[in-house]
């Protein structure tokens, strides 16, 4: 019985983990490409060049934007696959950890789906966005 809820419980912190992962590399998508287009196109240049002069790692982010989105996209693509994977999984048999469990399911399913929006938004202003806008 201690290696199923050993299982489980290694189970639940991969689903936390790659989401919160994919997460925080669709906002680096975010940052380097969409944020800069979309203060470009609000006419707010200046603002821009503020920005860049107080955090100049986003020139580096913006320059190697295809690792970026590259790096993300296996994120997002291994998020998704571990969720998909793990919807059938049981939950342990206590009632506070079986709602536990739900609720980390729910959890990690959204922080996904917001992943995977986030990660459209920063894919559409950085490949596509000048090319049908400008």
Known sequence: M????DSVEKSL????????????TS?????????PALLVALGM?????GLVSAAPWLVWLSDHKVAVFTVAGVL??????????A??????????????????RFFSVAVTA????VYAVGF??????AELLF
């Open 2 to 5: 201690d290696k199923i809820s």
């Open 13 to 24: 912190y991969r689903q936390t983990l790659v989401p919160m992962l994919s997460l925080f």
């Open 76 to 85: 997002l693509a291994a998020s998704v696959a571990m969720q998909w994977r």
């Open 45 to 49: 240049g200046a603002v821009l060049a």
């Open 87 to 104: 919807r059938y999984l049981p939950c342990p048999a206590g009632p506070l950890k079986a709602k536990a469990c739900a609720r980390l």
């Open 27 to 35: 906002l680096g998508t975010l940052i380097c490409c969409a944020l």
């Open 124 to 129: 559409f202003f950085a490949f596509l966005a």
């Open 114 to 117: 917001f992943s995977v929006l």
